[in-house]
């Protein structure tokens, strides 16, 4: 037998047994299973005010939240956006029959690098589509003031970014439109779902028809929508989470601080930022290592920890622009940070229940390999 237990990057909050036995009675009683029923709703009031928002539209996953969006702003044209993120940031753009025009980041918070965002802009340009990667917040009045002077459409991908604040307000208020996924792996989970946040009330009246096939009403179709409804069983499990997101967020803090007391001054890591002005969620622990300076490479540590039973990922490896499906229509040498610090992250196992003596294992692994390599 092992005398310790696998460490993955993530593990998903639950609520207990009971607590969620009791929550999905209701579904039992009433036969109502999905198509905005009445947890749907519960959640949806709640989630805006958890997040501070006008508005909250739910879906089925933050995926489908994303397609959509960029739908319902009937957008054509070149979309720009970061190639440092997850694959459904750059499909969501392609698969609307827009084409992505890939702009650099920033070394230090990893969102996009806003002085090379104006170079990119042509009449083609229609929308700009930042991440709040790993939860550092871009520099939303920035793109604020490029997009109203060209007359762009901003949508924020706030996936990592639950729960946060910018300067007090609420993540998802920026831009035209954001969007959150309440993926299992997510700070905040429905097991699968997402939503939309926006203070246009005709956009959320068109996803609300969109995630349901378009329909208006029994007799009338009014646009080419598909399936992306939350159904009940996942709303009762956001309520539920809902209820202990706030004690995740703060173990998840304590954690973190676990990594920087552990990782601080350590030659050639470059370790999580903290925004002024900005509320984290503590969501990844990112760590950037310049094998010059560590004495050992990003894929030693991984290797590292994989042999010790520790499963760190290595977000976001490779750039969108660099995966096979886009093979010859995009170049990652056009976004040279970007790639950089693609083939130097690693991101730590972070979640709230993870022990702080494994932290130190983790850590521990670290520094041995890259003592071992000077
Ligand atoms: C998780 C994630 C998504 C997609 O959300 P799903 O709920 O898994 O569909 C989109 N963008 C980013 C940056 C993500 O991390």
Do not use: W
Not at 161 to 178: I, Q, V
Not at 236 to 263: P, Q
């Amino acid at each position: 037998m092992k005398d310790t237990e696998s460490i993955y990057v993530t593990r998903s909050s639950m609520p207990s047994l009971e607590e969620y036995v009791e929550e999905i009675r209701d579904i039992f009683d009433s036969h109502k299973l999905t198509n905005m029923g009445p947890k749907h709703r519960e959640l949806q009031k709640q989630l805006e005010g958890y997040l501070n928002v006008p508005h909250a539209e739910l879906l089925v996953n933050g995926h489908m939240a994303l397609e959509m969006t960029l739908q319902a702003f009937d957008l054509k044209g070149e979309v720009i956006t970061t190639p440092f993120t997850f694959a459904s940031t750059t499909h969501a753009i392609v698969r609307n029959g827009l084409t992505p025009v890939f702009c650099d980041i920033d070394p230090k918070d990893h969102t996009l690098d806003v002085t090379k965002i104006e170079a990119l802009i042509n009449d083609r340009t229609c929308a700009i589509l930042p991440v709040h990667v790993y939860g550092n917040m871009c520099n939303v009045y920035e793109i604020e003031r490029i997009a109203g002077k060209h007359g762009l459409r901003v949508i924020y991908d706030a996936a990592h970014a639950f729960g946060e604040t910018l300067d007090g307000k609420g993540a998802g208020s920026f831009g035209d439109a954001s969007i959150f996924s309440f993926h299992a792996t997510k700070v905040f989970n429905t097991i699968e779902g997402g939503c939309v946040t926006s203070s246009d009330e005709s956009l959320m009246k068109r996803l609300y028809e969109l995630k349901n096939f378009g329909i208006k009403n029994a007799e009338t179709v009014t646009a080419v929508g598909a399936n992306a409804k939350m159904n009940e069983f996942a709303a009762a499990m956001g309520i539920c989470n809902l209820r202990h997101v706030d004690g995740d967020i703060e173990k998840r803090s304590l954690v973190s601080g676990r990594y920087l007391e552990r990782l601080d001054g350590a030659k050639g890591l470059q370790l999580p930022i903290s925004q002024s002005g900005v509320k984290s969620n503590h969501s990844y622990f990112p760590v950037t290592v310049d094998p010059e300076e560590a004495g050992c490479t990003r894929d030693d540590i991984f290797d590292a920890l994989a042999a010790s039973d520790i499963h760190a990922r290595k977000y976001f490896y490779p750039l969108t622009n660099a995966f096979d499906c886009f093979r010859g229509q995009y170049d990652p040498n056009d976004t040279p940070v970007a790639k950089r610090v693609s083939e130097q992250v690693i991101t730590l196992p972070i979640y709230p229940d993870l022990p702080l003596n494994e932290v130190d294992r983790i850590c521990d692994v670290i520094l041995k390999t890259m003592s071992a390599g000077r």
